[in-house]
């Protein structure tokens, strides 16, 4: 729902002819036009149930942004941010009306949900990018529909017995161990320091998994300790790391962005998740 799509001009003083002096031409120019930028509300995937009391997103369905303006390109665009790996995080910062609301401490469904309603508003639904087809392996320039996208908001634990504590966390049990373990859904935060230690680290020391483990974990069989939660991680079967990961998807609302490819060259069609490639916030380039 967009409002404010009105713009009001404010010209304070009028000149008496076609052409006021040089003084009055600058005076008009810098008091003079103003307009209010238009905003829009964008669905939260997780309607706010698990933010913790006094957070500003708690309970909240929705969050209002700001359109994208030049301002927010000059920082997609700056060669320091995106050397960092923080442009579209400044970005989402900046478009965010409440500022007291902290991406870091949003959820990633929540945030991805922000990307896609910024991206829109920005330069359109329509996005266009080269994918691959699985089939023929012939690369081609393919349009996705972002307004296709829907939300998810983890309907699907009850088919994983994950049980819900309304309090941001949720129970499973192991099938090969059958321990009770206890993990929590991952913010904006979490997600950033994912990224830096996978950039800074060396590939082949890699840990992807268990380092993914480690920050979702809470509690096995109750114990919360951070010795008991490693060692767990680092001798977890891997049929028990591959369910507990399949229930943090289930129970984590987000953005589901599938849709159906259909390759122009051999016909070939499946379901496929938009790539969000480097021309996704570069339509042009």
């Known amino acids: 729902m967009s409002r404010n799509k009105g713009r009001v ?77 923080i442009a579209l995080d400044r970005v989402v910062q900046s478009l965010i009306v409440d500022k007291t609301i902290n991406t870091d401490t949003m959820l990633i469904g929540d945030k991805n949900a922000l990307i896609i309603a910024t991206r829109v508003s920005g ?61 929590r859904l991952l913010v904006g935060g979490d997600e950033k320091r994912l990224l830096n230690n996978k950039a800074t680290r060396n590939k082949a020391l890699e840990k992807t998994i268990t380092t993914q483990l480690s920050n979702i974990l809470v509690a096995v069989n109750g114990d919360d ?27 984590a609302p987000n953005i589901n962005l599938t849709q159906t490819y259909a390759c122009e060259e051999c016909g070939h069609e499946q379901e496929m998740e938009v790539p969000l490639n480097a021309d996704f916030f570069w339509p042009d380039r």
Not at 17 to 26: E, F, G
Not at 36 to 56: I, N
Not at 138 to 161: K, Q, W
Not at 242 to 249: E, G, P, S
């Open 225 to 251: 300790s951070r010795e008991t939660l490693q060692y767990f991680i680092d001798n977890m079967p891997s049929m028990d790391s591959r369910h507990l990961r399949a229930c943090y998807r289930a129970a």
């Open 123 to 183: 330069y359109g639904n329509e996005y266009n990018t080269r994918v691959t087809c699985p089939a023929c392996a012939v690369t081609e320039e393919y349009s996705f529909d972002l307004n296709d996208s829907t939300i998810y908001r983890g309907e699907d634990i009850n088919v994983l017995d994950v049980r819900d504590n309304g309090d941001g966390t949720f129970d499973a049990v192991l099938p090969r161990l059958q321990t009770n373990v206890t993990f």
């Open 9 to 85: 001009g404010d010209l304070t003083q009028k000149p008496e002819d076609t052409n006021p002096p040089p003084q009055v031409l600058q005076q008009q120019e810098n008091s003079g036009f103003s307009f209010v930028v238009p905003t829009e509300f964008v669905d939260l995937p997780s309607q706010g149930r698990f933010y913790p009391e006094g957070h500003p997103l708690h309970n909240q369905e929705s969050i209002e942004i700001k359109q994208m303006t030049a301002k927010e390109e000059d920082m997609l665009t700056s060669r320091t941010l995106l050397k960092k790996g």
